[in-house]
């Protein structure tokens, strides 16, 4: 309660000092001023970024955020540029990046349209889209097999509603259910109750190693409506843009960035200490050659 | 402050589905499950109630385990249980759709209230009334039939009314095991319509009209079987 509490005392005056003091346009010329630099990150949004057991946080978009901010040291020139950290949610992260509370977030915001309207983002760092967590052994490979089956998917997300819209246009026939959170969906999938759940593919390889039947359950399908996830800093400011792009594009010459994608997605993550063991999708690995910012739509 | 927006309710969702065709779907989910689970839970209730003042003590335990065991369970444990839990232990309940299972879930547990009205309106009658008609030459069945239970009945009509509109609420928790009743309806459809104000607006309206309409008929059957001079009778 004391959190929310706090919480909602600085959402509320972060907006009312954007209200005197006016949106900043130019992050650099923020941070060399004030001398302060302040990162958003998420709190459980694992792998991306989330607090670990010392409370602080980690994750693969930290460590890109991280970078990003030994960047900013260098450009502006000052070695005593302060880094602050700052938890967002899914409701307050545009607010607080427009109005200059943070000056970056590096979580898993989705880069769409809409948002692309209020924010910036950089070049896409990952993909998601609609898959399917099922039993290895049921025989399911794709959305084709799943005519007469029960699908289930959380209620209260888009994913729902994608797989609605989908099985009533092209006709696949399943039977979709909807689940009062995720992990009751994954228990339906174990249980027997659906054959499958639909959800975007990282979360479904969190469940999946979090799971105690791990090795019982597969991800499979092609990804539906992919959706690139991406860095976000406020509108109208190309030297910061420049910067933040610079950095990831660097990373991903250097080898760096599969590096750190290898140890987020693919090897043992505090604070279970599991192995999401999510592979590199095809969109991103396109991505890392085509280095674009293209939103979803 | 803000504007209330309406018109997602026209709005197509699939083929000839609109938000408002979808959402009279869901209320007729949750009337549907409601009535069904009632016709248990007074099935059930009335009977274990009338158990539970029997003079056999064999009898008696049976009403009294029933209503602890489902009185003291949260429902929504209860539902989960049925869902997820019998049918492993009873192959045969996982041939039963979803549907059937929250049925049974909300009866049995409003069963158990249902039971312990019952028991206190047939105990709210003096003794007297019992011990005469067994010294008229009734037996235990004909006593209960013509001389406790009508006047027992009349009695926990208004406890009964509340378990009714009850289960009309209760019913929520079938969202719970995947049913798509008013719940369920208004989690997805104000993350897809991005009207959450309007839509729990109108759910909540369902709900509150639903159990005015129990209360309603309650009230008509209320007239209509009242003694005079009795409880709740003419005057």
């Known amino acids: 309660m004391k959190n929310k509490f706090v919480h909602n005392a600085l959402v509320f005056f972060a907006i009312f000092t954007m209200t005197i003091t006016g949106a900043m346009a130019n992050t650099l010329e923020k941070a060399k001023t004030t001398g302060k630099f302040t990162l958003a990150y998420r709190e459980s949004s694992i792998p991306f970024s989330y607090l670990g057991e010392d409370g602080k946080p980690l994750g693969f978009g930290w460590e890109m955020c991280k970078l990003i901010a030994e960047e900013v040291k260098k450009e502006t020139g000052r070695k005593d540029l302060v880094v602050e950290s700052q938890a967002v949610t899914s409701q307050n992260r545009i607010p607080l990046i427009q109005n200059g509370t943070v000056?970056?977030?590096?979580?898993?915001?989705?880069?769409?349209?809409?948002?692309?309207?209020?924010?910036?983002?950089?070049?896409?760092?990952?993909?998601?889209?609609?898959?399917?967590?099922?039993?290895?052994?049921?025989?399911?490979?794709?959305?084709?097999?799943?005519?007469?089956?029960?699908?289930?998917?959380?209620?209260?997300?888009?994913?729902?509603?994608?797989?609605?819209?989908?099985?009533?246009?092209?006709?696949?026939?399943?039977?979709?259910?909807?689940?009062?959170?995720?992990?009751?969906?994954?228990?339906?999938?174990?249980?027997?109750?659906?054959?499958a759940f639909g959800m975007d593919d990282i979360l479904l390889y969190g469940l999946k190693a979090s799971s105690k039947e791990s090795a019982k359950l597969a991800v499979v399908g092609e990804?539906?409506?992919?959706?690139?996830?991406?860095?976000?800093?406020?509108?109208?400011?190309?030297?910061?843009?420049?910067?933040?792009?610079?950095?990831?594009?660097n990373s991903i010459k250097t080898g760096e960035f599969e590096?750190?994608?290898?140890?987020?997605?693919?090897?043992?993550?505090?604070?279970?200490?599991?192995?999401?063991?999510?592979?590199?999708?095809?969109?991103?690995?396109?991505?890392?050659?085509?280095?674009?910012?293209?939103?979803a739509l | 402050m803000f504007?209330?927006?309406?018109?997602?309710?026209?709005?197509?969702?699939?083929?000839?589905?609109?938000?408002?065709?979808?959402?009279?779907?869901?209320?007729?989910t949750t009337l549907t499950i409601s009535l069904f689970a009632f016709i248990i839970a007074f099935t059930l209730g009335f009977l274990m109630g009338v158990l539970r003042t029997t003079q056999n003590k064999y009898l008696v335990l049976i009403g009294n385990i029933w209503t602890e065991?489902?009185?003291?369970?949260?429902?929504?444990?209860?539902?989960?249980?049925?869902?997820?839990?019998?049918?492993?232990?009873?192959?045969?309940?996982?041939?039963?759709?979803?549907?059937?299972?929250?049925?049974?879930?909300?009866?049995?547990?409003?069963?158990?209230?249902?039971?312990?009205?019952v028991r206190a309106g047939i105990q709210s009658i003096p003794t007297d009334q019992r011990y005469a008609s067994l010294a008229l030459g009734l037996t235990t069945y004909q006593s209960y039939r013509f001389v406790l239970l009508p006047v027992a009945f009349r009695l926990v009509l208004p406890?009964?009314?509340?378990?009714?509109?009850?289960?009309?609420?209760?019913?929520?928790?079938?969202?719970?095991?995947s049913i798509a009743e008013l719940t369920m309806y208004a989690i997805q459809v104000q993350e897809e319509t991005a009207r959450g104000i309007e839509v729990y607006l109108v759910v909540t309206a369902l709900y509150f009209i639903s159990a005015l309409i129990v209360n309603l008929i309650s009230i008509v059957v209320e007239k209509s079987i009242q003694i005079p001079h009795f409880i709740g009778g003419r005057k």
């Not at chain 1, 349209?113 to 399911?140: C, H, M, P, W």
């Not at chain 1, 043992?268 to 293209?294: F, R, T, Y």
């Not at chain 2, 504007?3 to 869901?26: E, H, R």
């Not at chain 2, 059937?100 to 009866?107: D, N």
């Open chain 2, 69 to 117: 065991i489902f009185r003291n369970i949260p429902v929504l444990v209860q539902i989960f249980l049925w869902y997820f839990v019998i049918p492993k232990i009873f192959p045969i309940f996982s041939k039963l759709p979803a549907f059937a299972l929250a049925v049974i879930a909300l009866g049995l547990f409003t069963s158990s209230r249902i039971s312990e009205q």
């Open chain 2, 159 to 177: 406890p009964l009314t509340s378990e009714a509109m009850n289960i009309i609420k209760n019913s929520s928790v079938a969202f719970a095991v």
């Open chain 1, 103 to 195: 000056d970056v977030e590096c979580g898993s915001t989705t880069n769409n349209s809409e948002r692309g309207k209020q924010v910036t983002f950089a070049i896409n760092y990952f993909y998601t889209g609609t898959r399917f967590l099922v039993k290895a052994d049921s025989g399911i490979k794709s959305i084709n097999d799943l005519k007469g089956k029960k699908v289930v998917s959380t209620t209260g997300t888009t994913n729902y509603q994608i797989l609605r819209n989908l099985n009533d246009e092209k006709k696949y026939g399943f039977e979709l259910l909807g689940a009062k959170d995720h992990a009751d969906a994954l228990l339906m999938v174990e249980s027997g109750m659906a054959n």
């Open chain 2, 3 to 28: 504007t209330l927006d309406w018109s997602f309710l026209s709005k197509k969702v699939v083929g000839t589905q609109t938000y408002f065709s979808w959402l009279m779907t869901a209320w007729e």
């Open chain 1, 259 to 295: 590096k750190a994608y290898k140890k987020w997605f693919q090897t043992n993550i505090p604070p279970k200490n599991v192995n999401l063991n999510a592979p590199m999708s095809k969109e991103l690995k396109d991505n890392l050659k085509a280095l674009s910012d293209k939103p």
């Open chain 1, 223 to 249: 990804s539906i409506q992919v959706e690139p996830y991406a860095i976000m800093f406020r509108k109208d400011d190309p030297k910061f843009q420049a910067l933040v792009n610079k950095v990831i594009t």
